[in-house]
Nanobody, 126 residues
Framework: QVQLVESGGGSVQPGGSLRLSCTTS????????IGWFRQAPGKEREELLC????????VAANSVAGRFTVSRDNGKNTAYLQMNSLKPEDTAVYYC???????????????????WGQGTQVTVSS
């Protein structure tokens, strides 16, 4: 059974940092691309970043490029989202998701992702 569990969310002041983790089980982590998404109240789910299955190639949306980075540790079956210079508009529920991929890239197309975690809340406020 595929399971994804996000953790590391919480409250932080503007300009602060958080690192989210996506711990997975029930499948061969190293052959899946990982994506990070977020959804703010009243808004659609937004694509943020993705990383390919095993070569470290990542894609970032313009809204977070230069502030957020994605990484993964295939030995720990875990992906990470490092968020720096956080802004109030980054407040949202953050999700990790994955899809099977044997290519050296990843896609930020939400519909590609077949497995999703339950999300973790991030609140940026002074």
């Amino acid at each position: 059974q595929v399971q994804l569990v996000e953790s590391g969310g919480g409250s932080v002041q503007p300009g602060g940092s958080l690192r989210l983790s996506c711990t997975t089980s029930g499948f061969t982590f190293a052959v899946y691309a990982i994506g990070w998404f977020r959804q703010a109240p009243g808004k659609e789910r937004e694509e943020l970043l993705c990383i390919d299955s095993g070569h470290g190639n990542a894609v970032a949306a313009n809204s977070v490029a230069g502030r957020f980075t994605v990484s993964r540790d295939n030995g720990k079956n875990t992906a990470y989202l490092q968020m720096n210079s956080l802004k109030p508009e980054d407040t949202a529920v953050y999700y990790c998701a994955l899809y099977y991929s044997s290519t050296f890239d990843c896609e930020l197309t939400r519909s590609r992702y077949g497995y999703w975690g339950q999300g973790t809340q991030v609140t940026v406020s002074s």
